[in-house]
């Protein structure tokens, strides 16, 4: 027996699905910027799922693509759905994930230090 739950494979398997069709590009003019699938979450009866979106751009276009995305879901859903030949479609909601860009802030911090560091022993 798996350990993983129909639910987060589902998950897994949507975001899989998910990346590629926004790796072929979107219409909208607001999706700019590069987008990464960070991760996705499936309700227990599979009728909505959460993706996790990281955008690399300026906060102005971070928000832009963001709509675009949001405005784009239904058309997301419905391709996602179609590859993955679930029965019923997940209703797509998106949610900026900020670990990416928390991740590069502390990076950046930790680089300053060293250099001050670096600095101030010489």
């Given at each position: ?102 991740g590069d802030r502390i990076e950046r ?14």
């Amino acid at each position: 027996m798996s350990t993983h739950s129909r639910p987060a494979r589902v998950a897994e398997e949507f975001r899989h699905g998910l990346a590629d069709v926004i790796a072929r590009g979107l219409k909208d003019p607001r999706v700019t910027g590069f987008i990464t699938v960070t991760g996705a979450k499936m309700s227990p009866d599979l009728k909505e799922v959460t993706a996790y979106v990281s955008i690399h751009a300026e906060d102005a276009e971070r928000e832009r693509t963001l709509e675009g995305l949001k405005a784009a879901s239904t058309f997301l859903q419905r391709e996602v759905a179609r590859s993955l030949r679930l029965r019923h479609t997940p209703h797509l909601r998106f949610v900026y994930d900020e670990s990416v860009a928390r991740g590069d802030r502390i990076e950046r911090l930790l680089k300053e230090a060293r250099e001050k560091d670096s600095h101030g022993e010489s």
